[in-house]
């Protein structure tokens, strides 16, 4: 939050809170038709992780150039 400036902060938390619920609320359709055979027991964990590190390089890549407001 601290590279977003004060009146965008709202904004910038909703926008991630979005995409984390939407994941939560979509994830256990497809998740229990994985658990339903016992071959793809492991993917939706590798698919959570793999999506996780996506979504970290996604924020990463997105705010490297924005230096945080005490470094102004």
């Given at each position: ?47 959570a992780g793999i ?22």
């Amino acid at each position: 939050m601290a590279v977003v400036r004060a009146e965008e902060r709202s904004a910038a938390a909703g926008i991630t809170g979005v995409a984390r619920t939407t994941g939560a609320a979509i994830s256990p359709l497809f998740v229990g038709l994985m658990f339903a055979r016992p071959s793809w027991i492991n993917v939706p964990f590798f698919m959570a992780g793999i999506l996780k590190i996506v979504y970290d390089l996604l924020l990463y890549k997105a705010f490297i150039a924005i230096p945080p407001p005490e470094e102004r």
